[in-house]
């Protein structure tokens, strides 16, 4: 079968995998994890049985990127991620460029060479902090030094390594957190993502921040460690290409982020796993949910050859659309092109919103691409809320 390869996002597409078992449950953490269960092997069965399905939906589309997260997908065993990406290929076939990623834990790392050689390309690391009393308080199961091994261990087999840190946890101070993210800057990883700490409601820290303990700083040390986190890692050599996304160089960015952040296609298999399709308004863009529970996943596949939930495919409205691409698009440091936001929704931003915040000096434009400046990206929810329809 022949296939013309895509450029830029065009027709190019996204497999994201969603592999939902984890050894311990972060308590900040609202994804949808569970416990291991025992039936790895029922479940990427169903997944690979999914994938077949989306095929038929999708048609003949090249990949240009595949992402295994979770959960952590660092537990599935090496011969599984290999099969995986042998489906994969078979049925859509692999653009010449392809980014195929994994999100790992430290603790997996006597896993990394195999994975490595099933074909994994770029390795995201969970490691959040190197301070052991940090770890602890976040509910981690590794320590500074396991952190450490683990992303040497990552660099001598992996093309591509990403760090993945937290920060704005109470009683942070910019002191130690220069610390912290100064190692992540020197460890040889070529990416560094910086996450703020936020309390969501269900989970563990959910429920003891409804008690009244205080988890997190508040908004004006928040602002302080963002604008302090962003001249950390500029000085490094780490451009931010996204709020909380900082690469050495461009070839380091991640393609499969991109995909959600500029309006791209991705199809999403696993259980609680999203996927978007359809990026013309004529044709419609389509929101998807794979049943959540492990069970009632594979479950769905094998009675109906598809892991959609019920309730799982939504057709979404020119201005759902546009909301959900200006909220994603903005977060990117090259913003919207409007131009073409306007042809993929068939609707505009509000022009008196848009004007507003250009005047407050929260927004910027330039030729035709709309995006946040410095100050702005201290308020993007707040700014980006001002200038919808």
């Not at 598809?306 to 201005?319: F, K, N, V, W």
């Not at 330039?366 to 329809?389: F, H, K, M, N």
Request: charged share 25%; net charge negative; aromatic share 6%.
């Amino acid at each position: 079968m022949t296939r013309q390869p895509d450029t830029g996002l065009g027709r190019a597409l996204g497999l994201y995998l969603h592999w939902p078992y984890c050894a311990r449950i972060c308590p900040y953490c609202d994804f949808n994890v569970y416990r291991p269960k025992g039936d790895d092997d029922a479940l990427l069965d169903a997944i690979l049985m999914d994938m077949a399905e989306w095929r038929v939906r999708t048609g003949d589309r090249q990949l240009a990127s595949l992402h295994l997260g979770g959960g952590t997908p660092s537990l599935m065993t090496p011969a599984a991620v290999s099969r995986v990406l042998e489906v994969a290929d078979r049925l859509w076939g692999f653009a010449p460029d392809i980014e195929i990623g994994l999100e790992a834990n430290p603790n997996d790392q006597a896993r990394f060479a195999g994975l490595a050689e099933a074909g994994i390309q770029r390795l995201s690391l969970g490691v959040q902090s190197f301070d052991d009393a940090v770890l602890r308080k976040l509910g981690r199961d590794h320590d500074g030094p396991e952190a450490r091994l683990a992303i040497d261990s990552a660099l001598a087999v992996f093309d591509r390594v990403s760090v993945d840190m937290i920060y704005a946890w109470a009683g942070q101070d910019l002191a130690a957190w220069s610390v912290d993210l100064g190692e992540a800057l020197t460890t040889g990883a070529g990416h560094v993502s910086a996450y703020q700490l936020t309390i969501e409601a269900g989970t563990a820290f959910g429920k003891r921040s409804e008690r009244g303990e205080t988890l997190a700083v508040d908004g004006d040390s928040a602002a302080d460690l963002y604008e302090a986190t962003q001249s950390q890692c500029e000085a490094a050599g780490f451009a931010a290409y996204e709020i909380s996304n900082h690469a050495r160089t461009p070839q380091d960015r991640s393609t499969h982020n991109r995909l959600y952040w500029e309006g791209g296609d991705w199809i999403g298999v696993g259980p609680g796993a999203h996927g978007r399709l359809g990026q013309s308004v004529n044709g419609g863009r389509y929101a998807t949910t794979a049943c959540r529970r492990p069970v009632d996943y594979i479950r769905s596949v094998q009675k109906t050859g598809s892991g959609i939930a019920p309730d799982g495919m939504e057709r979404l409205t020119p201005q759902d659309d546009l909301v959900e691409r200006a909220f994603l698009g903005l977060r990117v440091i090259d913003g919207l092109d409007l131009a073409h936001l306007s042809a993929s929704t068939g609707c505009e931003l509000d022009a008196d919103g848009v004007t507003q915040m250009l005047e407050s000096g929260m927004l910027e434009l330039d030729e035709s691409r709309l995006r946040l400046s410095a100050s702005g990206r201290l308020l993007a929810d707040r700014v980006t809320r001002e200038i919808l329809p």
